[in-house]
């Protein structure tokens, strides 16, 4: 009995069954922990005031719980902890204390026995700010110029006004700075390497050095004009200043130019802290990071993934639909036909670290450098194009992804029939009006289908990237507009593990990953989207 039902095979249907059944049940699980993890980070928890018992001296921590951790007695006092012969756990708190210019630390653990007393005052103020991070305490008093102008409960609602004047006159610095004295700063660069040109010429006469001169002096104009306005918007943003009482005593004077948001949790409503949640995805999604990545936004690692993969699809969808034809159409079919096919298959399964030294080596020293020497050289030593960029990276993640393309289109064409080829050859037409009036619409849903799955790859690749493709806070990269575009794959990995800030990165690992998905997802979907229409608008064909 047992034999027959092996040899009917369906133990094997429920084996197979079993391991689908339990791969999705783990791609849901983590897709839920790494929702809920990331969705988390950006809601505004109440702030406790803890009155703590250490070394039989009495301090006060301020912070929020961030993680709770029981750990049995027995191990607990293999840690060196002293336990109560009755005592089972041993409970922790990890406190997100922040204050770090003060404390050096952001996060400290602190034992649920040792608690005195917990509160949640109502005037315990969070604040963000562009270094450091954040920081807690009181507010003490708002000075205006070295005068306080609020005390005490008043200090909340008049900072919070003017910290809503600072970050307009911030915008406008962010405005000056890298837009307007950034792009004359572009054009001096730009000058200079043209003086550089004529020289390496000799074409460098008095004409040439009158002509650069007028377009200099109109930069350095320009400049001076721009230096002045800024003095008065940093003479305006520093004028004001909060002063804040930490948890151990001692008052901090923090100009609000420094500052990003200041909220009291404790006091906010539920649709308050709704608001505040979007408002922080937004600056999440639409900012430039800071701190060392580790916090604002990570709209370049978005940008540049979204033209990455772009770039790549452009690049590997002809490139994998022309093979496939000559392989599939014109080739005459034999042994190096099949060498070939066998070649594509197994380039599929090689790393993709082993690309990323491949662009490095041919795309951004051979090929880069080379165009460096003919076209740029009076930018030497400084590399243009012989340097790690988009524009490599996209064509490094085309070859990656080529073979799955080639494949794909491949297939979709060997399912066509014969028939509508003979078909289209007998009303007259040619060869390559066949191909491209008849078979190639109906082969583009498996095109569509290749493109699908070389985008979900190279969207989450982060190894070949690493060597040709993204630099951490670069000023400049080839073909991207003279704008530092990350990835959002290697920000994962920078943030989640070259922060010296392990506790403090790893909501935002959660919530960079959330977004990969989403992106990714995205991405796909609307290929699928695309790939569905065709494949209804050519299924009258096939019928």
Known sequence: MIKQWFKSGSPWIWLNAAAVSTCLILVVGLLALIVFRGALHFWPSNVAEFIYMEDGRKQTVIGEVVDTSSTTALMARASGHAMADDADLLVQHLIKIGNRDLTGMDFRWILDRNIQSRQYPDDILVIERREWGNFYGYPVALKQEGQVIAEGPQVFPVVSERLRDALSVYKQIQRLEKKEIGAVNYGLERLRLKQRRLELNEQWDEAAKQLLAAERGEYERQYREYQTELQALYKTINRNSLVV????????????????????????????????????????????????????????????????????????????????????????????????????????????????????????????????????????????????????????????????????????????????????????????????????????????????????????EVAPLMLVGVVKLAPSLPLDGNFPFLHLGFHIYDVGFQSPNVEAARPLVYATSLLLVVVIVGLNLSAVAIRNHLREKYRALEG
């Open 245 to 460: 009482k930490a948890s151990d005593g001692r008052e901090v004077d923090m100009p609000l130019a420094k500052l990003v948001r200041i909220y009291r949790p404790n006091t906010m409503s539920v649709w308050a802290k709704t608001g505040h949640y979007f408002e922080k995805i937004a600056e999440f999604l639409l900012d430039d990071p800071r701190e060392a990545n580790t916090e604002g936004g990570i709209f370049p690692a978005i940008f540049g993934t979204v033209m990455m993969v772009i770039i790549m699809s452009v690049i590997v969808t002809p490139l994998g639909v022309i093979a496939a034809i000559y392989m599939r159409e014109y080739a005459k079919q034999g042994f190096t036909t099949r060498l070939i096919r066998i070649a594509v298959n197994n380039l599929a399964g090689v790393p993709s670290i082993v690309y990323g030294v491949f662009g490095l080596g041919f795309f951004v020293y051979i090929l880069g450098g080379n165009i460096d020497q003919l076209f740029f050289p009076e930018a030497a030593p400084a590399p243009v194009f012989g340097t790690p960029g988009l524009l490599w990276a996209s064509i490094t993640l085309a070859l990656l992804t080529l073979p799955v393309v080639i494949v794909s289109t491949e297939e979709g064409l060997s399912r066509i029939p014969k028939s509508i080829r003979e078909g289209s050859l007998a009303l007259g037409a040619t060869k390559a009006e066949t191909l491209w009036r008849t078979v190639l619409p109906m082969a583009s849903p498996a095109m569509m289908t290749g493109l699908i799955l070389a985008v979900a790859r190279a969207a989450g």
